[in-house]
């Protein structure tokens, strides 16, 4: 069952982040999982008030605490 929860969620966000275009503000970003399913041809700002949930992402290029 937790296998066929995860499949699902996997074709869910493969299908709403797919149709991201452009400037794009994710917030809330936590541990950074939707990360992957954007376009590479965005220009992704992702947001978090939690430094630990920023640490657990692994950081990012110019990120500011």
């Known amino acids: 069952m937790k296998q066929r929860k995860k499949q699902s969620g996997k074709k869910w966000r493969e299908k709403i982040y797919a149709s991201a275009k452009g400037k794009t503000l994710e917030l809330a970003v936590g541990s950074g999982m939707n990360f992957a399913y954007f376009p590479k041809s965005i220009e992704y700002t992702g947001i978090d008030f939690s430094p630990i949930m920023l640490e657990m992402r692994g950081?990012?290029?110019?990120?500011?605490?």
Do not use: D, E, R
Not at 59 to 65: D, L
């Open 59 to 65: 950081g990012s290029k110019g990120a500011k605490n």
